[in-house]
């Protein structure tokens, strides 16, 4: 699988981006996928999370702010962060679970100023 995240950058306190994934080399409507964040000096964490057949979760501090969702005609998944707080800077990647081993892409930086 390869896993292209793009989107992150620089955005004050209340704002908001949305990050993109493409995904290639799997048939992508058939596996589930998730959005992780690393913050600095800090282990990685699941963010958000998105079934094959379109079921989400979410980490709590993201509830209610974040929205995963997932396009089986463009073979991608997206998070829409809204109402963005300086906590949430971290680096996000995509992922999915290939062969029993979880995959990463190369991760994209969002860093929130206050």
């Known amino acids: 699988v390869q896993l292209q995240a793009s989107g992150g950058g620089l955005v004050q306190a209340g704002g908001f981006l949305r990050l993109p994934c493409g995904v290639s080399?799997?048939?992508?409507?058939?596996?589930?996928m998730a959005w992780y964040r690393q913050a600095p000096g800090k282990e990685r964490e699941l963010v958000a999370s998105i079934t094959s057949g379109g079921g989400t979760t979410y980490e709590n501090s993201v509830k209610g702010r974040f929205i995963i969702s997932r396009s089986n005609a463009e073979d991608a998944v997206y998070l829409q962060m809204n109402s963005l707080k300086p906590e949430d800077t971290a680096v996000y990647y995509c992922?999915?679970?290939?062969?029993?081993?979880?995959?990463w892409g190369q991760g994209t930086l969002v860093t929130v100023s206050s």
């Open positions: 992922s999915t679970v290939e062969h029993g081993r979880r995959r």
């Open positions: 080399r799997i048939i992508f409507s058939a596996y589930d």
